[in-house]
């Protein structure tokens, strides 16, 4: 499970004011002294991750968040960053200082957690120090409190349990192609090695559709693009063809109609966000005008090169077929910003660097900025004019959360 990818893991998240014992907490549930800790209040600057395997949870990653009542510009900036984990947030831990109780700021992340679907625990720290009548008077009041102490680990395998139980609520992942093809049948992976290719290995995509190949008894064949049609021949029975969204064209004049074709991008385009919400936005395409502002957003921060899918491809190929020219900004990692208005169009990557959770939440963003937003892969399919024949295999399977 540590090698397991940060975006397949839940994220619990902890919050509160400064010196409240955030970082202690982190420490203590999963033992490690994985976040410094101090008197002095502001230690913990910047989220601090870990990646930790509770019995019976899962893999998870904790982000143990800078306080939210930070000062100065330095500390409002911060605090900005603290409030942006949220959308990646899957549960929620607020934490409070049982000898520094403050409603007003509980209630305001209070908003933040409803607004992005969270579930959250209140914890009350430091009861170790408070004196029992105390602790009595704030269990009525906070009857939904669990009461720990950090320093001593009094009550942390109660919050551990509560932890669980949540872990446990939340959704899974959408299988990548498991309940697109039946047990025992076969698809074909076409992987390029070209320039962008990684020296010695495969990208986090094909990695995990491998993987759920595997998990559901499919059988994968990886070949690159110049041995397809060969595979195609010596293959009897394929049942779908999953190419890189790059060399769609040239997939698609080898693959014969009658086998199904779709991409990475577009199987993440499900697994990880809103494949009708997603498919909806490319039609935006057709309404843009000259000088349009066009965001295209990344989670991952690689190193690009003249071939860059996102920031000359599809860049390129949009102004081809439209004839018209756009102005693209372009972001990367977490850096998306929520004031959208400037944009007529947001185009993501496939996300597989990042949690649902992430993805749902920038489809939420754009959906109340009235912003249509699409992936890579579907505006590469469309461009291209395949994307009907992309999208086919789920209307075939009866994916009703997807009909077109």
Request: net charge neutral; charged share 25%; hydrophobic share 35%.
């Amino acid at each position: 499970m540590n090698n397991t990818p940060n975006s397949n893991r839940i994220v619990i998240s902890i919050y509160g004011k400064r010196n409240a014992g955030k970082s202690s907490l982190l420490n203590a549930l999963t033992g490690q002294e994985v976040s410094i800790v101090s008197p002095i209040k502001g230690t913990t600057t910047d989220p601090v991750k870990k990646s930790h395997e509770p019995k019976s949870g899962g893999p998870v990653l904790f982000i143990d968040t800078a306080g939210i009542d930070d000062e100065g510009d330095l500390g409002n900036l911060r605090i900005k960053k603290s409030i942006d984990t949220a959308r990646r947030t899957n549960i929620a831990l607020y934490v409070m200082d049982g000898e520094d109780i403050d409603e007003g700021s509980y209630e305001n992340m209070e908003l933040i957690f409803k607004k992005y679907n969270i579930p959250y625990i209140l914890v009350i720290n430091k009861i170790d120090i408070i004196p029992k009548d105390q602790i009595d008077r704030l269990s009525s009041k906070f009857p939904e409190a669990i009461f720990v102490s950090s320093t001593t680990n009094e009550n942390i395998d109660s919050l551990k349990a509560e932890l669980i139980i949540k872990i446990k609520d939340i959704e899974e992942d959408l299988p990548i192609v498991g309940d697109l093809v039946p047990y025992g049948r076969s698809v074909i992976l076409v992987v390029p090695i070209d320039k962008q290719a990684p020296k010695g290995r495969l990208i986090l995509p094909q990695v995990q559709v491998i993987r759920d190949c595997i998990d559901n008894g499919i059988k994968a064949y990886v070949v690159r693009d110049t041995e397809l049609e060969s595979a195609l021949e010596d293959l009897d029975n394929i049942d779908l063809v999953i190419t890189d969204s790059q060399i769609f064209k040239e997939v698609e004049k080898k693959v014969p109609k009658n086998i199904p074709l779709t991409s990475f991008s577009i199987l993440f385009a499900r697994h990880k966000g809103d494949l009708l919400e997603l498919a909806k936005g490319v039609k935006a395409v057709e309404t843009l005008k000259d000088g349009a502002n066009i965001l295209i957003a990344e989670n991952c921060t690689h190193n690009t090169s003249h071939e860059d899918i996102g920031r000359v491809k599809i860049p390129t190929l949009l102004q081809k077929k439209t004839g018209k020219k756009f102005n693209f900004e372009f972001r990367t990692g977490y850096n998306f910003s929520e004031d959208l208005s400037k944009y007529n169009l947001v185009i993501h990557c496939g996300g597989c660097m990042v949690n649902r959770k992430e993805i749902e939440s920038r489809i939420q963003i754009c959906k109340e900025a009235n912003v249509p937003m699409t992936n890579y892969g579907i505006i590469l399919a469309y461009l291209n004019g395949i994307l009907d024949r992309c999208i086919e295999i789920f209307r075939n399977r009866g994916i009703k959360t997807f009909l077109f």
